[in-house]
């Protein structure tokens, strides 16, 4: 049986999500199965999901996926880089994946594949300097130091990293690309019936769920509302950055200690009287919007940069079905990672995979104060992965 991976989000799970999984089914025929590894309450954007990590993999089981294993919070809330590293490796880790499927503007493979190849370049950090000196941000220095203008498009340059780290890995993993559908990335536009989940969030969190539900599939509306909203929990992740010094930003992930960040981002914390007031004011042009996001909600999780180990040292599953059942049973075989299906499994784990899980709990009594009602601490110990079966 061949297996093809996919690394999402899943925030939430939309028409074009189906529409990818059901184009790489058909690369891979009727035998074929589908492994996602999808990021859990705290996404890439410096944001917290739309819904919690069970509820999102049940939708992807509807809508086509096999096996839902969790990307951890370090990784899923991390650069573009980090973010494709840790979640290539767990499907590495698997060994039942045989090709990587992801989504791109282009659709064009081989443009994708000599972007990679341009980062990967021995002058590329040298050019890279260059263009930082001139004054470019990070994403327009990195575009112009490769070369390459299909990294100016967001899905392309995800993809592009999908293939660094197929590199970095020697994995054989085979990858595939499948071209966008619809609304672009972020856009607040519908096209040809789809719309970005950007565009979907916004509708929920404003309270038109009668809007967004022609966007999701039959079903997938249930367990969106209330949505998450990082504005519930917004006085606490204030109070956390009222109460930083530069030491304890220059100790997030990505903190820019030497890039003199941590005294701008202390000044900024001390200054605003809300998120939305934060992140201009410790903005300039070298640093994103999505960079600031995550380096505020790092701090209000207490995640540093230990608490990224060098690799996801476990497989957590989120969800499966029957076909995914099977792909467990073939990876108690091949996986080189403790296979987590059930929170008791937890007690064998030692290390650094123990602390992370013990971290995951902490992310996870955290989120639940991003709904109108909090929700109780504890959850990570006490829900099973979704099941169709």
């Not at 979640?87 to 443009?111: I, K, N, R, W």
């Not at 019936?193 to 039959?218: M, N, T």
């Not at 956390?240 to 701008?264: F, I, S, Y």
């Not at 599953?317 to 467990?328: A, I, K, S, T």
Request: proline share 7%; with cysteine.
């Amino acid at each position: 049986m061949a297996a093809a991976g996919i690394v999402a989000e899943y925030n939430p799970f939309h028409l074009g999500h189906g529409f990818h999984l059901a184009r790489t089914r058909e690369a891979l025929g009727p035998e074929g199965a589908v492994v996602c590894v999808m990021s859990g309450h705290w996404v890439q954007r410096g944001d917290c999901a739309v819904a919690d990590k069970w509820t999102r993999a049940a939708a992807a089981l509807a809508g086509g996926a096999d096996l839902i294993v969790e990307l951890p919070t370090p990784w899923a809330m991390a650069s573009a880089e980090s973010f494709a590293r840790g979640a290539v490796g767990l499907l590495e880790a698997t060994g039942v994946v045989d090709v990587l499927s992801f989504g791109s503007e282009d659709g064009d493979l081989s443009a994708l594949q000599a972007a990679a190849a341009a980062l990967d370049g021995p002058d590329y950090p040298q050019r890279l300097r260059a263009a930082l000196d001139r004054g470019l941000s990070f994403p327009a220095a990195r575009q112009a130091a490769a070369g390459c203008p299909c990294l100016s498009a967001p899905n392309n340059n995800l993809g592009v990293e999908y293939l660094r780290a197929l590199h970095a890995l020697g994995s054989a993993i085979t990858p595939m690309t499948v071209a966008r559908r619809g609304a672009a990335h972020d856009s607040g536009e519908t096209a040809e019936g789809f719309a970005s989940a950007s565009a979907i969030r916004a509708l929920l969190r404003e309270g038109r769920a009668e809007a967004a539900a022609p966007l999701l599939p039959g079903g997938a509306l249930e367990g969106l509302t209330p949505p998450a909203s990082l504005a519930w929990a917004e006085r606490a992740v204030l109070a956390r950055l009222r109460t930083m010094g530069e030491a304890d930003w220059a100790a997030l992930p990505d903190g820019g200690a030497a890039e003199g960040l941590p005294a701008r981002l202390a000044r900024a914390a001390r200054a605003a009287q809300s998120l939305e007031d934060f992140y201009p004011l410790a903005k300039t042009k070298r640093y994103t919007h999505a960079r600031l996001r995550r380096l505020a909600v790092s701090a209000f999780l207490g995640l540093n940069k230990e608490d990224r180990p060098e690799a996801v040292p476990y497989v957590r599953v989120l969800g499966l079905n029957e076909r995914g059942q099977g792909l467990l049973r073939r990876m108690k075989e091949t996986c080189s990672l403790p296979i987590l299906t059930k929170p008791a499994q937890v007690k064998a784990l030692d290390g650094p995979a123990r602390a992370l899980f013990e971290a995951e709990c902490r992310y996870t009594d955290l989120y639940g104060l991003c709904f109108p009602t909090p929700r109780p601490c504890g959850l990570e110990w006490t829900t099973s992965p979704a099941a169709r079966i």
